[in-house]
């Protein structure tokens, strides 16, 4: 008799945690198709977000506690972050932080939602985000990336018309292989971006970008233009592969990883480098936060206030260097 009402009491238990399973389970889908459909997130966003809670959703305890108390979410959290805990490894800050993000969406939906009683959201906090500084290269470490990219090959001449953009404009990777023809105006020397969150801006390209833009469009991109299957129109893709088609994101990654490398610069050298030079630079050269801001497209400042740390650190370096008593 014993063992029977034993056997009764684990398979109670048993259901119990299979039913908190599922309510964390249904939970976590209706929070993600709240997130498509009412925020309009992109499918990889939103895997990221499904990865992050499932992995809680694992996480010892959380099936029977995650609508309870926030301890649960602070214990995971805080084995992420943690050396020597079982088989992880701690995660980077700004990995970390993404997952606390994560979590706290998803209580506070529940508690907007009624599935949870108590705003638990509110009881842990987001890891303090980490100032990373972005790797910025010299004027001179510029120009000899550029000059690697200065054959007559049609294929090196389109690379050294996008690389010249890149530094000109400061466009991210994703922007430049995304314009149009229509979107660049060489006689206005501007062009049409839009950027994240589907802002538009304009930014001006300069004279020396003209001028290797100018030789691509009227030299190769017409008999490449001729290719595409099927024809494109003449105000297509403004960057264009061998076949026609608008030139992949990692091809031109790829392109500009192998023209830092034979210019003898360092490892990590990527497209976003040369953004990060040419917001650097300006701010150097005297130009105004809220204009580089603009120019970068950045919504908040704060994101651009990076650059003004960066600019001082190179200062201390150039004056520690130079001055007979530093």
């Known amino acids: 008799m014993a063992g029977a009402a ?27 198709v709240h997130l498509r459909v009412e925020r309009g997130l992109s499918a990889a966003t939103l895997r990221a977000y499904r990865a992050d809670l499932l992995d809680f959703a694992a996480s010892r305890g959380a099936a029977a506690e995650w609508d309870a108390s926030a301890g649960v979410a602070v214990r995971y959290l805080g084995m992420l972050a943690s050396p020597g805990r079982g088989r992880r490894t701690p995660l980077r800050p700004t990995t970390l932080r993404r997952k606390a993000a994560s979590l706290r969406g998803f209580y506070r939906f529940c508690f907007a ?10 009881r842990f906090e987001l890891p303090r985000q980490p100032r990373l500084l972005p790797e910025v290269l010299t004027v001179e470490e510029v120009d000899g990336l550029l000059a690697i990219r200065a054959g007559d090959s049609p294929a090196s001449m389109r690379d050294r018309a996008l690389l010249e953009l890149l530094y000109a404009s400061g466009l991210r990777i994703s922007e430049a292989v995304g314009l149009d023809r229509d979107d660049l105006s060489l006689e206005d020397g501007l062009v049409r971006v839009v950027g994240k969150g589907d802002r538009e801006r304009q930014v001006p390209v300069g004279e020396v970008a003209l001028g290797w833009l100018l030789r691509y469009i009227s030299e190769i991109r017409p008999a490449w233009l001729a290719l595409a299957t099927p024809p494109l129109p003449h105000g297509g893709p403004l960057f264009l592969s061998v ?3 608008r030139l992949d994101r990692r091809r031109a990654w790829e392109m500009l990883v192998a023209a830092a490398r034979s210019a003898g610069l360092q490892n990590g050298v990527s497209p976003h480098t040369l953004r990060h030079s040419f917001a650097t630079h ?10 580089v801001q603009e120019l970068l497209g950045h919504a908040n400042i704060s994101t651009t206030q990076l650059y003004t740390h960066l600019t001082g650190e190179r200062i201390k370096d150039v004056y520690a260097r130079a001055h007979p008593r530093a």
């Open 6 to 32: 034993a056997g009764r009491t684990e398979g109670g238990e048993a259901r119990q945690t299979a039913g908190q399973t599922d309510r964390l389970q249904a939970a976590i889908e209706e929070y993600l």
């Open 113 to 122: 939602e009624g599935l949870i009683a108590t705003d638990l959201a509110a």
């Open 243 to 245: 076949r026609g088609g």
């Open 282 to 291: 300006l701010l150097e050269g005297g130009a105004d936060l809220r204009i």
